[in-house]
């Protein structure tokens, strides 16, 4: 039978562990935005987070493993704020799909989303596994869904494909903002092209 004592040292330990990985997280992310993956070393994140080595394999397979964790954790921050994005503008339902998808390319310009998402993640976690964990299609997919049963987008197109190539279009964006001299400027003619492009899908 546990004893309360028991039960209590057990939460302890619990909730130790879910801190312990929660710094690891956030150190790994602090160090793969400003150095990038092939630059942090792994001696370096067990160090700033004060932990052992040890520590760090109980929670995680290796670096790659954790720079996954930190990929979806940053993944999951945007598709929030997306989502947010979306549900918070008040005009009609193509603006609420473009306020989402302005928020994408915007957070294109943040450190941590240049380098983690949009340059280390397709070379650090392969192409089959970066596509599978990216949630970019199943984002467009809902949005488009919920545009064509309103009977906003063009019927002779298929929900499935326009995602696809959306994906793409969304992609090629980000990677040009985040690559380009002046960014904030890149920003604003890449945003004026894909402005034009989702007029064209509406019915």
């Known amino acids: 039978m546990t004893t309360a004592v028991e039960s209590t040292d057990r939460s302890r330990k619990a ?12 150190v790994a992310r602090s160090l793969f935005a400003e150095r990038g993956y ?21 929670h995680f397979r290796d670096k790659r493993d954790l720079f996954e964790a930190v990929f979806i ?25 473009r306020a989402g998808f302005d928020v994408y390319l915007d957070h294109s310009m943040d450190p941590a989303v240049r380098r983690i ?9 392969g192409w ?5 964990v990216d949630a970019s299609l199943a984002l467009l997919r809902a949005g488009l869904t919920a545009l064509n ?10 929900v499935e494909e326009v995602a696809h190539l959306l994906r793409g279009v969304a992609s090629e964006a ?6 380009a001299t002046d960014a904030g400027e890149t920003r604003r003619a890449v945003g004026h092209t894909v402005d ?7 019915a």
């Open 15 to 26: 909730e130790q562990a879910d801190r312990t990985r929660a710094n690891l997280l956030q």
């Open 38 to 58: 092939a630059g942090t070393a792994t001696e370096e994140i067990v160090q700033q987070a004060g932990v052992t080595r040890g520590a760090l394999y109980h």
């Open 73 to 97: 954790e940053v993944q999951q921050e945007m598709r929030e704020r997306i989502g947010e994005a979306s549900r918070n503008n008040p005009g009609e339902p193509w603006d609420k799909f």
């Open 117 to 125: 998402l949009l340059l280390d993640a397709p070379s650090v976690l």
């Open 128 to 132: 089959e596994r970066w596509r599978e």
């Open 149 to 158: 049963d309103l009977g906003e987008l063009d019927p002779s197109m298929g």
């Open 174 to 179: 980000a990677h040009m903002i985040a690559l």
């Open 196 to 202: 034009r492009l989702l007029e064209s899908l509406q």
